[in-house]
């Protein structure tokens, strides 16, 4: 039922590559988020954005930077992984920014960085 | 500080039995409050949600939640547990601000006995 798709599901990759985790939500909405997810801890936003070109930091520091060119895309890039990063990542979308308005999850990516 | 607190990390019920998963939150405001359920390999997916009014509010899935104010809590409930009903279920707070954002606990991970 999910309109909000990640890929990959899973990613293992190797110190200081390159990675972007791909976010993409077919529901026109314009506000999306990346939040982080650790087994047995609290789910953490890292990024969100109100709309094209629109991105700003969250509560919890990452090292992860974040586009939005296209309403429906919200990639995270990581520059060079490490294996602090080893988390999994979740996306989420909603229709307005209030709190009338549910958050959409994607299935997420879990990410190890060897 | 805004909080979440879900003291059950994990909770094993049988199949037919009642449920009920705590969660107690700290915001000196009136609190939004909401319930996710996270399958394995799956994102979140809204259960229920309290702004204002009645105070046992009903979700999907046939649960529901009690809003008490006088202990800061917001307890999910469910008469009769179904096998399909293991997962992993986090509460959250919602807090007004510069970009209304959820906070969410650590989450409670349930498993069902046949």
Redesign the interface.
């Given at each position: 039922e999910?309109d909000?798709y990640q890929t990959p599901?899973y990613l293992v990759i190797g110190t200081g590559k390159k990675i972007t985790l791909e976010c993409s939500q077919t529901m026109g909405h314009d506000k999306m988020y990346w939040y982080q997810q650790d087994p047995?801890?609290?789910?953490?936003?890292i990024h969100?954005s109100?709309g094209v070109n629109s991105t700003?930091k969250?509560?919890l520091s990452s090292e992860s930077t974040v586009s939005r060119i296209r309403t429906e895309h919200f990639p995270l890039t990581l520059e060079s992984a490490r294996p602090s990063h080893t988390s999994q990542y979740?996306c989420?979308s909603s229709e307005q920014?209030?709190?009338?308005s549910?958050?959409?999850?994607?299935?997420?990516t879990r990410l190890t960085v060897t | 500080a805004q909080s979440?607190t879900q003291p059950d990390?994990h909770i094993t019920v049988s199949e037919g039995a009642s449920l009920e998963l705590r969660c107690n939150y700290s915001y000196g405001a009136t609190p939004?409050l909401f319930w996710y359920v996270q399958s394995p390999?799956?994102?979140?997916?809204?259960l229920l949600?309290y702004?204002s009014g009645d105070t046992l509010v009903q979700g999907i899935k046939g649960f529901e939640a009690e809003f008490k104010r006088s202990q800061s809590s917001f307890n999910l409930r469910k008469p009769s547990v179904h096998w399909s009903d293991a997962a992993e279920y986090?509460c959250a707070v919602?807090v007004s601000g510069g970009?209304?954002?959820?906070?969410?606990?650590?989450?409670t991970r349930l498993a069902v006995h046949p």
């Open positions: 999910a909000i599901r047995g801890m609290e789910l953490h936003l969100y109100y700003e969250g509560d979740l989420a920014g209030g709190f009338n549910p958050l959409h999850f994607g299935n997420g | 979440v990390i939004y390999g799956q994102g979140l997916q809204l949600k702004f986090f919602g970009y209304n954002k959820l906070i969410f606990g650590a989450g």
